[in-house]
């Protein structure tokens, strides 16, 4: 799976926070958090929930909707357990 790029530039500007606050709320270090956004780097399924948690958004709310095609069964039930949890 990847990030959307957009998606997450949008929620964080909509937010006001800048991207060094979330890397601290996240838990993910700048350098990660740059090769996530910048696609150089897959996210784990944990680094996404990490990410939306600390955005309080649903994880499918940051992913790239292009990258759909590519999640597996088990994946896609823990994706909608979280948002059922939300």
Do not use: W, Y
Not at 8 to 27: E, F, H
């Amino acid at each position: 799976m990847q990030i959307d790029n957009l998606k997450l530039d949008l929620i964080i500007a909509q937010l006001g926070i800048p991207v060094k606050a979330l890397c601290m709320d996240s838990g993910i270090d700048e350098a990660m958090m740059s090769k996530l956004r910048s696609g150089k780097h897959r996210p784990r399924l944990a680094t996404l929930n990490k990410i939306a948690k600390a955005l309080n958004v649903s994880v499918l709310e940051i992913i790239d909707p292009a990258s759909f095609n590519r999640i597996n069964a088990r994946t896609l039930v823990s994706l909608n357990n979280e948002k059922l949890r939300n």
